[in-house]
């Protein structure tokens, strides 16, 4: 599930040269064009479908006269800062207690044990069917636990709940009775955002993630095209899990790859996207990229794992087409690192013509970059009619930290496509839901690394060409290069800044950490 930038330099004019190794660095240069305009296209397409299908809100087939067994899972591991927090308000839920199992999923190997073990204990006295389950042996991590958790679940369905995720109460009686037709097998709310307004960084993941969940999830449930459980805040008719295969553990995103099964053998789900469950942002860059990279190479993982599947299936033509685009939507990032490898100052010399700027040019920019700012600008309008012109002033914004994730992420996807290993790595919460909690001294940090310095690099040579553009005079392509080095700057300074306490970017000051 994640956001896509393609960007490009559309006022850099490419020499024609005749050398040969000009011919062929014009060759990859225009084909990685292309490549991000077919991406571009894909997120017209969306739009499209979104516009055409906004007004056909599912609705239940009936309504149940007796409510069915609900197992709630809540997966953990380390999440000192927010279980509590996930507890209690799982505890809210209205919906009979005598009907509700609780299944506390928690492979936690700090103190999150001792605090999940006191609420499930407190959670009992109360009258609740509280189940905690702990694991020694993390074999499968989060698919794993779940697995696990469906062997002992009493409950005809399941709803999934990661541990930064705070359920409103009635979350689970404007869910349940789509489940009243049976060929439903699962069911999706959307994302909402506790810190939204936290940071720079917080707020654009919002405006990310509202595209995403409301735009892409919403025109693929409506058009009878396939998506995907978004791995949390949703709910799972467990036959439709059990019919699917199961929970498994070959790729990093388990939720996509069962999504993507269930749908290949006849489930329907649905999308309720005025049902929000609100959810904790990331709010350090370290962490933020941590989940991107996990996001982006599960992604590709369940690509190759299924698209020869999908495409040896008797789908309709236009369901396969648009599951192969979906599913291979984060080579884009791949795209977009080599695009930055490929642009250097001597391509904006003079040469091209007014020809070639507007059979080439025009429509590669219209095609790749204005449907990224129309994407996300719709998404804003549907979402905040009164305000979404606020919104989309963080645009700009926008577009730099997905240019700056490129690296991040093109090294997922080549991790990917080589079957480079790697463990579940979780993304640190902190329980941060106003501007007055702070997270800098918290017990958790994500996993360092040296891409950083791989990303000032770029910084630096994306300074220098901005200055080579200022110097000769090609200020229409300012704009575009402004995006690229601030872009990198930006991720590259905030990784940095995530690892010493007294630098903060766009958050609030180094303090004691305050739990939920």
């Known amino acids: 599930m994640s956001p896509l930038l393609p960007q490009l330099v559309a006022a850099v004019e490419t020499p024609m040269q005749g050398s040969l190794g000009h011919i062929i660095w014009t060759v990859c240069y225009l084909s990685v064009l292309i490549g991000l305009s077919a991406y571009g296209v894909h997120r017209y397409f969306i739009i499209y479908l979104y516009l055409k299908n906004r007004k056909r809100a599912p609705v239940p087939a009936r309504y149940f006269e007796q409510l069915p067994t609900v197992t709630m899972q809540l997966p953990i591991f380390n999440e000192m800062y927010v279980a509590e927090r996930l507890l209690r308000s799982v505890s809210e839920l209205d919906y009979p207690r005598e009907l509700l199992q609780i299944q506390v999923l928690d492979d936690s190997i700090d103190e999150t044990r001792e605090i999940t073990a006191s609420c499930a204990d407190e959670l009992r006295q109360r009258g609740f069917n509280v189940q905690r389950i702990h694991r020694v042996d993390r074999t499968g991590f989060k698919a794993g636990a779940l697995a696990v958790g469906l062997e002992a679940a009493e409950g005809e369905f399941v709803c999934i709940l990661d541990a930064d995720f705070v359920p409103p109460p009635d979350l689970l009686k404007r869910t349940i009775h789509f489940f009243s037709d049976p060929n439903v097998g699962m069911i999706q709310t959307r994302w909402g955002h506790l ?288 995006m690229f080095q601030g872009g990198f700057l930006y991720v590259c300074i905030s990784s940095f800044a995530n690892r010493w306490p007294k630098i903060s970017l766009g958050g609030s000051r180094a303090a004691t950490a305050i739990p939920a």
């Not at 409301?214 to 799972?236: K, M, Y």
């Not at 204005?370 to 914004?397: D, G, N």
Request: proline residues 5%; glycine residues 6%.
């Open 195 to 482: 810190n939204r307004g936290y940071s720079l960084l917080t707020r654009m993941q919002a405006i990310f993630l509202d595209g995403h969940l409301l735009l892409e999830q919403t025109a693929r449930s409506r058009s009878g095209r396939f998506f995907n459980f978004n791995g949390t805040a949703g709910l799972w008719r467990r036959s439709c899990i059990e019919e699917a295969g199961g929970w498994q553990h070959d790729t990093l995103c388990e939720d996509l790859d069962l999504s993507y099964r269930a749908q290949l053998v006849g489930w329907k789900f649905i999308f309720l996207s005025d049902v929000v469950t609100p959810a904790e942002l990331p709010v350090d860059m370290n962490g933020f990229k941590s989940q991107q990279h996990r996001w982006t190479k599960g992604s590709i993982q369940t690509c190759k794992k299924l698209l020869p599947t999908i495409w040896r299936s008797r789908l309709p033509f236009p369901i396969k087409l648009e599951a192969t685009g979906h599913l291979m939507s984060n080579f884009a990032y791949l795209l977009l690192a080599f695009l930055c490898v490929l642009l250097h100052p001597s391509s904006g010399a003079p040469g091209g013509g007014w020809l070639r700027t507007l059979l080439i040019d025009v429509p590669i920019f219209l095609a790749a970059s204005v449907s990224v700012a129309i994407f996300y600008i719709c998404a804003q309008r549907e979402l905040h009619p009164r305000t979404w012109m606020k919104e989309i002033l963080f645009l700009p914004c926008l577009l730099a930290l997905g240019i700056g994730l490129s690296l991040n992420n093109a090294r997922a996807v080549l991790e990917a496509l080589f079957n480079h290993k790697s463990d579940f790595t979780r993304t640190p919460k902190y329980g941060i839901e106003r501007k007055s909690q702070h997270w800098r001294t918290c017990k958790y940090r994500p996993l360092k690394s040296a891409l950083p310095l791989a990303e000032l690099a770029f910084a630096i040579y994306f300074t220098y060409f901005l200055w080579f553009a200022i110097a000769h005079g090609q200020f229409l392509s300012v704009p575009f290069l402004l």
